[in-house]
């Protein structure tokens, strides 16, 4: 089992940063790709970035290219989101994933296995 634990969540006025941390336990995570994913207010969940295991190839929701930054820390089963020039629209519940396979980096929600259980950011305009 993996347990994915998000944390850096906050309430920030438009424009600001954030940075997002998701931590892994009970197995590794640093041979598998990773992602992001958020969940708006009356919307569905949706991808936002991936990276791949050795954090050599990475891919963003056309929305957010520019702004948010993803990476990892394997030595400490960690991943990175750096969330810069935030907007009201930014506004939802993030959470973290791990693909079923090690190598996907997709944004099909049925390809992942394991979710973390989110952190909420906010962002006022």
């Known amino acids: 089992q993996v347990q994915l634990v998000e944390s850096g969540g906050g309430l920030v006025q438009a424009g600001g940063s954030l940075r997002l941390s998701c931590t892994a336990s009970?197995?590794?995570?640093?041979?598998?790709?990773m992602a992001w994913f958020r969940r708006a207010p009356g919307k569905e969940r949706e991808f936002v970035a991936s990276?791949?295991?050795?954090?050599?190839?990475?891919y963003y929701k056309d929305s957010v290219k520019g702004r948010f930054t993803i990476s990892r820390d394997n030595a400490k089963n960690t991943v990175i989101l750096q969330m810069n020039s935030l907007k009201p629209e930014d506004t939802a519940v993030y959470c973290c994933?791990?693909?079923?396979?090690?190598?996907?980096?997709?944004?099909?929600?049925?390809?992942?296995?394991?979710w973390g259980q989110g952190t909420q950011v906010t962002v006022s305009s």
């Open positions: 009970g197995r590794t995570v640093s041979s598998y790709a």
């Open positions: 990276i791949q295991w050795n954090g050599s190839w990475t």
């Open positions: 994933a791990r693909p079923k396979n090690q190598y996907y980096t997709g944004s099909s929600l049925d390809e992942y296995a394991y």
